[in-house]
């Protein structure tokens, strides 16, 4: 057994890396684990993000190709298990994490004489990719938050694909027979690829070993409900094989099929208990107290939210169905920070006394309330640097509290900006 499947089976024992572990298995530079097939003519290649390499009569179909930093490693991987030409790489979506790399295969298709293989993906990836490039400063400091890089990083060249499809499209490769079918979840761009002939399924990020990333606080849209949906759908099919766009395959119908269903569950009592606050008038405060996430669901070892967390999907869902107002008025139009936060300081006696009842109450292991206190004492007194440390010390303790990669990153980010 190589070390993707014996990944596979750890973590399905619930016998993964721990938590601090599998956020950083998450960040981009330590996701590479190797390859292994899954099915006969099927390679999986565990790396952030995965690639699946489908052999067929007329050469290899890849299922998405890499990111920026570990794309070449996978090609590697990819050429360890066959030299056969690569005939089309399908992107499940267009997150960089997924379309970077197939420059080298057209290079060397070329140095060979081979056909030039082609990309396809959603007609949406498209205009992902022009976005990116109008955003690339943003999802530059982003993506440092989220991944604690040391500087803004975010490519602004892509390969677009060659062909695209609105709903479905089947790719004939031979006597391959590739179904390749849309759904919006973490994008509005995304594809589930399914072979119909092996069982296998690679799901791009409509799976990914963790609660869905499907309410990141710094990034577009998500869409709960067509991804619950896309998850039936998919476990509809009964596949034999599940390839995930992050971490290691499933093997066995009855576990791809669990982890499927597990999922919709989660997005779909979300969603429901959402909805019904939000149709009921609920303030989003009333909705982020209200909303439960079912216990016995984060508990898998699929489904914890050691990346998104189910509060950031309630909210996606509020900006989804809603609008920003959140419902308390005074946020309609609010003072600046500053100002708040210096009339606070002047009623609490100065922004010392603001600070000193942050450390107590992180003392305490309030942390949320100890945040927004700290917070409005650098606000109110941004030159003082017994706040500023204070400020840099709490905020490393509430990412070490926090569970999810996301979290973890902004409160570490906020952590190091005060020099903590
Ligand atoms: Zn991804």
Redesign the pocket.
Known sequence: MGAVLDLAERMWNGQGPDQHVMRHAHALVSGFVGIDEVATGVAFVGSF?NVTAIDTALGLVLVDVGSPLLAPRVRQAVRSWSSAPVHAAVYTHG?V??VFGFGAYEQEAQEHGWRAPFVLAHEAVAQRFDRYRMTAGYNGHINMRQFQLPVPMFPTEFRYPDQTFRDHHVLEVGDERIEIRHARGETDDHAFVWLPSRGVLATG?LFIWAAPNCGNPQKAQRYPLEWARALRQMAGLQPKVLCP??GPPILGQTRACAALSDSAELLESLHEQTLALMNQGARLDEVLRGVIAPAHLLERPYLRPVYDEPEFIVRNLWRLYGGWYDGNPAHLKPPAERAWAQELARLAGGASRLCERAVALAEQGELALACELIESAALAAPDDPGIRAERGRIYRKRAHASESLIAHGIFDAAARESGG
């Open positions: 993000a997150h994490d997924h990020d766009g992050h």
